[in-house]
């Protein structure tokens, strides 16, 4: 048994050195964590949702989140790991809701759309198509970073700090990008659905 390190020799930080200086805000503990139990973490959105999108954006969430919320971390209350795999967690409900709510809006446009007044066979789904077309081709139009921006919201469903976050532009930038782009959306449908409908 060695008493003292070999010069030159590094050692590994053991895992509650990590936590400490995790929770102190080293960078280079984040890096630590991230190499140690991202594997664990990760395993646990596959169990969840399988491998894919959600499963890489849940891992990734539950480190951001325990980063930026670091100091609600108490290291004398438990490892670090086991903190990680409360705030994954969290991130796997969430998702979990965020399925259930757009679940419940779809069920809830369908029986709005059954609800309707019968009209031709074909009606309901020209106006569709034809609403579709018009907004995808609004998108189209919309440059850098506006498209990405609305995509990264409506599509992938991020927040306005998760769209800063990724995208690495300013929260207040997003804001407004999303703001103004929808403002124009509207417009712009509101204008060529009028012309479809004369």
Known sequence: MRSAPIPGESLEPDDDSVGRRFRAGDERALAEAYERWAGIVHGMAVRAF????????VT????????????????DEGPLAAW????????IADVWARRERQRR????????????????PDDGLAALVADRLLLLRELDRL???????IELAFFADLTHSQIAERTG??????????????ERLR????????????
């Open 50 to 57: 399988g491998a894919g999108p959600d499963a890489e954006d």
């Open 60 to 75: 990734q969430q539950t480190f951001i989140s325990a980063w930026t919320g670091r100091t609600g971390y108490r290291p």
């Open 84 to 91: 990680l795999v409360g705030v994954c967690r969290h991130k």
């Open 105 to 120: 809006l779809a069920e809830a446009a369908v029986v709005d759309a059954r609800s309707r007044p019968e009209r031709g």
């Open 143 to 149: 440059g850098q970073p506006q498209r990405g921006i």
């Open 169 to 182: 532009l300013p929260l207040g930038t997003v804001k407004s990008h999303i703001r103004r782009t929808l």
């Open 187 to 198: 417009t712009r449908l509101e204008v060529d659905g009028a012309a479809l409908q004369s």
